[in-house]
């Protein structure tokens, strides 16, 4: 179309506007758009079954729970990290983020999640990683345990997968700085499994500081 | 007193002196000639007569003498005759002579007169003596002749012979005193004429010489004078008198101031002349180079008058293409205006047309822009979808997390979960593909806008050069129109180029005749200035002979 916008307007074209050609190809593009807007029973069936066979297929994962492993699989920096869903509460959008002001770099700020107060932790700065920016619709992971709840930074959600601790790596010499500590492993597939308990339970996290 | 005298009287009176004298000479030569004359006269009449007369007489005794022996020894009585009568014509002959020497003789030469009687006696006796021979011998006796002749006769013609001889010595004596009695007064005529002629001659010297120098002096004075010019010199002893020359010297000392003074003038009108020859010599030469210079001249007026004509023609031969360039412009003109209405009609068309499609353009451009804020809407629409698939995606994801959480309950649950997320992916994906198409969409939109664009500017760029081509088809049908006629004026003035051509062929023909006749009279004028140039020459070369 665009092609056919740019001959037509183009007086002196090489080659002449082909006017039946272009009210084809529209007609038929606009059939198509009605087909799929309002599809008819018989392609809805057919739509339906081709579905119904892709689910029918076995799923891959196969069995031997014990030595599996849920985590929540994200992104971070270029990074793909994974962290326990046990640990996870659960995964929420990063909107109306609240800056708090006289709290350390890595503190973000706070954020109201159905009406309960999160704090959110970016770990790239607790990570000292490269800043990528407020973007691509940054999500927050909450983890909690008994005593501790906030939220991590994460640059995109890709799911919750099971890995087999068997893969798992305790640690590999890539892995440097502060990182490091939190670590509990990485797979196969270079999914750094973050300790979740470990990051819950630093006490570098726990802000206590009164503003004089 | 004499320097009075003219010449003419001095002439005279010298010559009449001269004539004088000379009659004088002439008388006295007359005289003596006369004299010698008379004496010659004596002599060759008579002495010579007598020697003659004596001679004959001698010539006839001997022939007598041989007569006689003829006589003798002759045989023949006719010649014995014819001898006879000799001797008596010879003795008739000697009578005649003796007779005639008698008559001559001077009477007083006494010793002549004997020695004539003494001839005559034996004259006589020899005669007889003859006569006797003749008688003998008409008698026959011839021997008696012959011894008579021997003896008497012989000795008495030898006597007679001698007696002739001496007679004739005798004349001869008197012959010879009277020569010398001639010549005596011959000599004393002689001297008295020498010394007279002497005389004369001195005189005649002398007065010649006075009379020569008493004019050549003068005239000598006269020509030095004449000759030198010099009036310095003090004349009066030839001046005064009134003779011719002293006239003539007084006239040439007149006459030479005279002339010294139109000599002054005539050195001056000469000088003036010389000055005068010089600027005719050096303006004869200049006119000689003018005229040679106006020769040449003209030669090359001719040829430039006739490249002129051949250029004449070759304009008029281009005048008349020209003309006839200009009728197939001005055709041409006519054609290209009609084209240019044409044209212009055109191009209003081409405007209209134009801006018919920038309406339309414009109207694309509407439609695209709808269609943009629809693209707008729709990409909004996609965001809000992806919004949802984000947070279905999140929702999964929290179903996940509680269906691990709820362990072996939530299996079915993560299921659910999973598909959950699975059609979040799809969603994800279709609405990434929706965004892909709608940012292909809204880029081929804003390509289609911009293209628009040009498109609507190309629009007013064509209406513009639309209107531009209508004002160069203006300009042009103006421009058309001018050299339209600008190519009826030029097909005019070619025609009038070509008369004018004509005429200046003419005129060329005109200027060629009057340049050769010009030529040839220049020429003349050449030649006229060279003889004038030589002739002042001659006039330079004349005057510088008068020396001041």
């Known amino acids: ?212 | 007193m004499f320097n009075n005298m003219k010449i003419g009287l001095r002439l005279a009176v010298g010559f009449s002196v001269m004539i004088v004298l000379l009659i004088v000479l002439i008388v006295v030569g007359f005289i003596s000639i006369n004299t010698i004359n008379a004496s010659l006269q004596q002599i060759v009449e008579i002495r010579n007569a007598i020697t003659e007369t004596v001679n004959n007489m001698l010539g006839d005794t001997r022939e007598i003498s041989i007569q006689t022996r003829n006589l003798v020894l002759e045989k023949d009585s006719a010649k014995v005759k014819e001898a006879s009568d000799t001797i008596a014509t010879l003795q008739q002959q000697y009578d005649a002579d003796s007779k005639k020497f008698l008559s001559l003789t001077v009477k007083d030469e006494t010793e002549v007169l004997d020695l004539i009687k003494k001839i005559n006696a034996i004259d006589v006796s020899a005669r007889q003596s003859t006569d006797k021979v003749a008688d003998l011998v008409a008698a026959g006796k011839k021997d008696e002749a012959i011894d008579w002749l021997d003896t008497d006769t012989r000795a008495k013609v030898r006597e007679w012979i001698t007696s002739m001889d001496d007679l004739k010595k005798l004349e001869k004596q008197y012959t010879a005193s009277s020569y010398e009695a001639a010549q005596k007064v011959y000599d004393n005529n002689l001297m008295v004429t020498l010394i007279l002629g002497a005389i004369s001659l001195l005189l005649a010297v002398l007065m010649s010489v006075f009379l020569a120098r008493s004019i050549t002096r003068p005239l000598t004075v006269a020509t030095k004078l004449v000759t030198s010019r010099d009036l310095t010199v003090d004349l009066s002893e030839y001046t005064k008198g009134k003779n011719e020359l002293a006239f003539m010297i007084q006239s040439f000392g007149k006459e030479i101031a005279a002339q010294k003074k139109a000599e002054t003038e005539l050195t001056n009108i000469l000088r003036e002349v010389q000055v005068t020859t010089n600027v005719l010599s050096s303006s004869s030469s200049e006119i000689l180079a003018a005229t040679t210079q106006v020769v040449s001249g003209s030669t090359e007026t001719a040829t430039a008058v006739s490249e002129t004509t051949t250029t004449v023609e070759e304009v008029k031969q281009t005048s008349q293409l020209t003309s006839q360039k200009a009728r197939y412009v001005s055709d041409n003109a006519e054609k290209a205006m009609q084209a240019a209405k044409a044209g212009r009609k055109a191009v209003e068309e081409t405007v209209e047309s134009v801006n018919h499609i920038r309406e339309q353009i414009e109207s694309i451009a509407e439609s695209i822009v709808k269609l943009s804020e629809q693209g707008q809407a729709v990409g909004e629409i996609v965001a809000t979808v992806t919004d949802i698939a984000e947070q279905v995606n999140l929702l999964s994801v929290n179903a996940a997390i509680e269906a691990a959480r709820a362990g072996e309950q939530g299996k079915g649950f993560s299921v659910v979960a999973q598909e959950i997320k699975s059609l979040a992916e799809q969603s994800k994906q279709a609405t990434s593909q929706v965004r892909t198409i709608l940012n292909d969409v809204q880029k081929g939109i804003s390509s289609a806008v911009m293209v628009t664009e040009q498109g609507s500017k190309a629009a007013d760029a064509g209406v513009k050069q639309a209107a531009e081509a209508g004002q160069a088809i203006k300009v042009l049908t103006d421009s058309v129109t001018e050299s339209a006629q600008a190519a009826t004026q030029i097909a005019a003035s070619s025609q009038q180029q070509a008369v004018g051509m004509d005429q200046v062929v003419a005129a060329m023909e005109n200027i060629k005749k009057a340049s050769a006749e010009s030529l040839s009279s220049t020429k003349q004028v050449e030649i006229s200035a060279g003889d004038l140039n030589k002739l002042s020459q001659k006039l330079k070369d004349l005057v510088s002979k008068f020396k001041a």
């Open chain 1, 1 to 212: 179309m665009k092609d056919e916008i740019t001959s037509g307007q183009n007086k002196s074209a090489p080659k002449a506007v082909d006017w039946q050609e272009v009210r084809s190809r529209l007609k038929t593009t606009q059939i198509a758009l009605d087909r799929e807007s309002a599809p008819t029973a018989e392609q809805m069936n057919k739509i339906l079954k081709q579905r119904a066979r892709i689910l029918a297929q076995e799923p891959q994962t196969v069995s031997s729970a014990q030595d599996y492993l849920d985590v929540v699989e994200f992104m971070l920096a270029y990074e793909r990290y994974g962290i326990e869903s046990v640990y996870v509460r659960e995964v929420y959008p990063l909107t109306e983020l609240v800056p708090l002001p006289g709290t350390p770099a890595f503190v973000l700020g706070i954020v109201n999640m159905r009406s309960q107060i999160v704090s959110v932790i970016d770990l790239k700065k607790f990570f000292g990683l490269p800043e990528k920016g407020l973007t691509d619709l940054n999500k927050i992971i909450i983890i909690r345990d008994e005593k501790m709840e906030y939220g991590i930074l994460a640059n995109d959600i890709i799911g919750v997968r099971k890995v087999s601790t068997n893969d798992m790596q305790v640690s590999i010499p890539a892995l440097t700085g502060v990182r490091a500590d939190y670590i509990r492993g990485v797979t196969g597939e270079s999914l750094i499994i973050l300790d979740a308990q470990k990051l819950l339970a630093d006490k570098g996290l726990i802000v206590n500081k009164e503003l004089s």
